[in-house]
């Protein structure tokens, strides 16, 4: 049994906060205690929040060892360790009497910055809690309080798995990369990935691989090699790749225990462009999509405001700050007054204006009027990660309700965005890029919070063969967002922060392409 650690301190609370440094936004984490306060470094990602292991460690005295050549940290109890390492999705808890160990599985994985491993915080709180023998709550927004572990905790060990899961593979080679569909009997909730001299490692836990029936050798695509062996509970791939490989990404199969993998190329096949490739990348087209409109209202703000003339509104005025401050810049509307215009129809209009950027401008919302959930986000085209990704993308889509032939959209199942994801990983790189300006510019916003860049499945985004961001400008089921967005001058300061973002990423794009 767990033996709980006696220690004074009668609270912990830790406080979100960021303040500039050289001009760039740092976030912090403070720890109060009775003692005093001290800062730790912390890391927004997608709406989570990372805290430095070390640094929590020393503002605690809790003993640690960190091995910077495995990138791992151990953090040591009186009778329990915990083990994290580097972009792994797991952490290992072990008595230290009975040698048990426990594996726990953390959503997403942890990041190493500045040699500094960071780990999810709202995920990471009840394995250390356990460990440390106190219990670490967290309270939204912005602080987490300790107190006393009513019963011990007992470490059972995982339990050994049995049998052939992963029986084999799929792979299919496309325009944009390679799709590898492993067949399973068992459904593989989650894994660790590393990328390194051309080798992309995925371990899976607790599965067992037929490894004669996992090999693949090629040298047309970006895929070269396909290796996997079982260690111990575990089965490793190595999947080898060539120097055109970019990003991948891992789905589960919907409605299966099938797991796919997609491994994306680059941009451009050739080491330079011609001229007159070049000239077909200028950035000369914008294409702004005010979402909604006509007998599509959108969502409707706790002020009574539409959702479509707040989108309208933000558009309208963006195009103008980009005719009147980028002369050489086309602006393409997919709608300039209250019109309803199918989803489709939004990409095609932008393919067939030879767009370089579509910007699909929206509002959100919550069930539950009015709502404490405020801010702006930004979403690139992948399938829903989380439930309010999917449910976003959800409330987006069904728009195809209004139009005359909603059945064109019945295919687009998880799977088949995973297959429409590889077609826009091309343009992938750039969208993020993007995604990213939007998201470092509206941290200066003090009138709207930004919430991050999250990734859901848009059919509005589908279409458009180029860079493609959807922006969700605020919470109209918010009364602080709802007043601001509904306003002229709401909407005008939008777009100028949009705007300087779009000025950024064409200053990075065309500096990229003169340099390709």
């Known amino acids: 049994m767990i033996k709980h650690l006696k220690f004074n301190l009668l609270f912990l609370i830790l406080f979100i906060f960021s303040f500039k ?28 929040i990372y805290f430095s292991v ?44 009975s040698g048990n160990e426990r594996v726990i599985q953390l959503p997403t994985s942890t990041y190493l910055i500045n040699s500094k491993l960071f780990v999810p915080l709202q995920y990471s709180l009840k394995t250390i809690s356990v460990a440390y023998g106190n219990e670490l709550k967290f309270q939204e927004p912005n602080k987490i309080v300790i107190g006393s572990v009513k019963e011990d905790v007992k470490i059972i060990p995982d339990e050994p798995t049995s049998g052939i899961n992963i029986t084999g593979l799929v ?39 037929d490894v004669d029936k996992i090999k693949f050798t090629g040298n047309t695509g970006v895929v070269k090699k396909i290796e996997a062996k079982n260690v111990g509970q575990d089965t490793e791939f190595k999947i080898t790749v060539g120097t055109e490989y970019t990003t991948n990404e891992v789905m589960n199969v919907e ?63 963006l195009g103008k700050l980009i005719e009147q401050n980028m002369k050489d810049v086309k602006v393409v509307y997919t709608r300039k007054s209250d019109t309803f215009i199918d989803l489709y129809k939004r990409g095609k209009i932008a393919n067939e204006h030879n767009g370089k950027l579509f910007i699909s401008i929206h509002c959100n919302s919550t069930p539950k009027k009015p709502t404490d959930a405020n801010g702006f986000e930004v979403y690139l085209l992948r399938p829903g990660r989380t439930k309010e990704a999917i449910s976003i993308a959800e409330f987006e889509n069904s728009v195809i309700k209004y139009e005359d032939n909603p059945n064109r959209y019945e295919k687009l199942t998880d799977e088949n965005f995973i297959l429409v994801s590889m077609a826009h990983s091309s343009y992938m790189k750039y969208s993020e890029r993007f995604a990213e300006y939007l998201h470092k ?9 930004s919430r991050g860049v999250k990734q859901a499945g848009f059919y509005v985004l589908v279409g458009a063969s180029m860079p493609s961001v959807l922006i969700e400008s605020g919470f109209l089921s918010n009364r602080k967002d709802a007043k601001f967005l509904s306003t002229s001058r709401g909407q005008q300061i939008f777009a100028e922060y949009v705007f300087n973002s779009i000025k950024k990423y064409r200053e990075s794009y065309e500096f990229e392409m003169k340099n390709e």
């Open 171 to 209: 792979l299919d080679e496309k325009v944009n990369g390679t799709l590898i569909t492993l067949k399973s009997n068992k459904r593989i909730p989650s894994y660790y990935s590393s990328f390194k001299n051309n080798v992309l490692t995925l371990i899976f836990r607790k599965v067992t691989a």
């Open 441 to 449: 510019e509206f941290t200066r916003l003090s009138d709207l919070n």
């Open 255 to 317: 409605k299966s225990n099938d797991l796919q993998i997609t491994i994306h190329n680059k941009l451009f096949d050739k080491p330079n462009l011609t001229d007159k490739l070049k000239e077909k990348w200028e950035f000369d087209v914008i294409v702004i999509d005010a979402g909604h409109g006509g007998k599509d209202a959108g969502a409707i703000g706790v002020n009574g405001v539409k959702e479509k003339d707040v989108n309208l509104g933000i558009a309208l005025k």
């Open 54 to 97: 070390k640094d929590f460690a020393d503002a605690l005295s809790i003993n640690y060892y960190y091995n910077e050549n495995t990138q791992k940290i151990e953090l040591k109890f009186d009778n329990t360790s915990v083990k994290v390492s580097a972009r792994s999705p797991f952490f290992i808890l072990k008595e230290k009497t």
């Open 21 to 48: 440094v050289l001009g760039q936004a740092t976030n912090n984490v403070l720890i109060v205690t009775k003692e005093g306060m001290k800062n730790i470094p912390a890391y927004i990602r997608e709406g989570t």
